[in-house]
């Protein structure tokens, strides 16, 4: 069996920061046999390269058609963001970044004149903002020989509703159950929020 990449993405830092961790683990071949080594890829650092890229998806402004579309911009993950727990492979890795991190170190992959302009726009847009956007992103990473020869990639798909549970919590904190006069407004709009945010879980 061939190197089966597996990945943990999660929010960290008060929903500032996402983390891409790599949970393949060693070779075993009744355990894990799409593990780092023994007969599949063993991550040599000075054989092979590493990739990761994060791709973001944006509503684009309405065409002539009055039909918007979904662009998706395709980011390098900056190489000296990602620790390694090990000196010469890359089992284990890991990386955190913002969302600035991200868009001011890193080139588009999929770069074009169109998309160039709608990437400058949604830099703009996040210029100010403190935590990372809920949306859904895909993960894309990569190990491939230096010869170009022996690759494997995963795309993993990261739900990110960190900011959106912050705040339904926040709601659901907020109501008043001791007073007996008040009516159910706030209870009525704490229950319609936790309603909307399990059904974003479970898509």
């Known amino acids: 069996m061939a190197l089966d990449l597996k990945l943990k993405i999660n929010t960290a830092n008060n929903c500032k920061n996402v983390v891409i961790q790599d949970t393949t683990g060693v070779y075993n071949s009744k355990s894990n046999p799409g593990g780092w080594g023994g007969f599949n890829i063993n991550g040599n650092r000075q054989k092979f390269n590493l990739s990761i890229f994060f791709q973001i998806p944006i509503l684009s402004k ?116 001791n007073c007996e006069d008040c009516d159910d407004t706030d209870i009525e709009k704490a229950l319609l929020a936790k309603s909307l945010l399990k059904a974003i879980k479970s898509i």
């Open 62 to 177: 309405p065409d002539e058609s009055n039909t918007p579309a979904v662009v998706r911009l395709l980011y390098y993950v900056p190489y000296d963001l990602i620790s390694f727990p090990s000196e010469d492979t890359y089992r284990g890795f890991k990386i955190s970044f913002t969302m600035q991190q991200l868009l001011n170190n890193s080139d588009l992959a999929n770069s074009s004149e169109s998309l160039e302009k709608i990437a400058g726009e949604y830099v703009n847009f996040m210029a100010n903002k403190t935590v990372f956007p809920d949306g859904l992103f895909d993960v894309i990473v990569t190990v491939s020989d230096t010869n170009g020869k022996l690759s494997r990639s995963v795309v993993k798909s990261f739900k990110n509703i960190c900011s959106a549970e912050k705040n339904v919590n926040k709601v659901l904190g907020s109501v008043n159950l």
